[in-house]
């Protein structure tokens, strides 16, 4: 069994593989999604555990189970063969499988002005489940444009913070309904560009920094909420034709994180929402049952 990706999706799938007793591979070349978050919440027992952490734990607690091995290598290819699939890595080895996991997570866009990125996960979050609280209250701003990215999101902050300015960074695209919406709570919403963050703290949760627009004053805030997309960590389940959602998921049925290609298994980020730690982990337990029960089905004739 070979399972592409190391964080709680394919951990929990190693897991549970491994009390199988399947032999099993997992790569994981060390870049999960959540790699600039502090800390990790909304995972019961875990509630505020550096992510870091967590893995470490995991890949602690995996070590008990001799027929899992862990390589640090990407995986660049995967193919179709009559029996399962070959996966091919970056240094070169080809390996076989019956069965493949994919569970390589996805990429958050950024926008790309200067701050953006150092603010990311400090004062920059994508996710009000998952940073929401620790920012209450706080003065907020929400990036994004249109009805559903920007103000749908922005009248969804207003749930944890009332002083909450939509800043769209050129033309906001809303619509007349939702700008009256807008206004209704409260929300103002600033349509120039923004030039750049200047940072004057960067502690996690405590960050504050200034917006800077092309034209108007400067907006001081501690926290901003974006939603500009993402896009799979990885193109192998794409060029194994599996069926997308569209390029944020891949579609597997209900019960065992199945896709549409025989064998291949989808697992955490890169199915379907709802995207958090802990659906990731549970994600990968589902797709492991499945891939035993699958080979118990195949081998028990
Ligand atoms: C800033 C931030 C904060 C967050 N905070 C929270 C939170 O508080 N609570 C919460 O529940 N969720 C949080 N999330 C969401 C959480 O990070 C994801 O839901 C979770 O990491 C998904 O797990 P995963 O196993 O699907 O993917 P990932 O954790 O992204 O792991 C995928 C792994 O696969 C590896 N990989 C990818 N492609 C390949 C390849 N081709 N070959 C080998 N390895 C590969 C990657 O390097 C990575 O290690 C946060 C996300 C971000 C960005």
């Known amino acids: 069994m070979i399972v592409v990706g190391g964080g709680p999706a394919g951990l929990n799938a190693a897991l549970v593989l491994g009390r199988c007793r399947r032999n099993v591979l997992l790569f994981d070349e060390g870049k999960p999604r959540n790699a600039v978050s502090h800390a990790l919440h909304g995972f019961l027992s875990r509630d505020g555990i550096p992510p870091a952490q ?52 996805v990429v958050d866009k950024l926008p790309q002005q200067p701050g953006f990125r150092e603010l990311y996960g400090v004062g920059l979050f994508h996710c009000p489940y998952c940073d929401g609280w620790e920012m209450r209250d706080q003065p907020l701003a929400v990036y994004g444009r249109g009805d559903d990215k920007g103000g749908g999101l922005a009248l969804e902050m207003t749930h944890w913070s009332r002083d909450t300015v939509l800043c769209t960074d050129g033309p906001s695209q809303l619509s007349i309904d939702c700008r009256r919406r807008l206004d209704k709570y409260g929300i103002v919403i600033r349509e120039e560009k923004i030039v750049r963050l200047e940072i004057s ?84 337990a589902q797709a492991a049952i499945g891939i035993n029960n699958a080979l118990l089905r195949e081998d028990l004739v």
Do not use: W
């Open 201 to 284: 703290s960067s502690v996690p949760y405590h960050a504050a920094f200034d917006i800077v627009f092309e034209t108007g004053p400067r907006l001081r805030r501690s926290a901003i909420f974006f939603n500009t997309g993402r896009h799979q960590a990885t193109d192998l389940a794409a060029r194994l034709g599996c069926d997308m959602y569209d390029p944020k998921g891949c579609k597997v049925d209900d019960d065992y994180q199945m896709t549409n290609v025989p064998g291949l298994y989808v697992a955490g980020d890169a199915s379907r929402d709802v995207l958090q730690v802990i659906v990731a982990a549970a994600e990968g």
């Open 54 to 105: 967590l893995r470490a734990i995991a890949r602690e607690q995996l070590a008990a189970y001799p027929s899992v091995g862990i390589d640090e290598d990407r995986v660049v290819d995967a193919a179709r063969m009559d029996k399962g699939f070959s996966i091919t890595t970056r240094d070169g080895r080809i390996f076989f499988t019956r069965k493949l996991l994919l569970a390589a997570g």
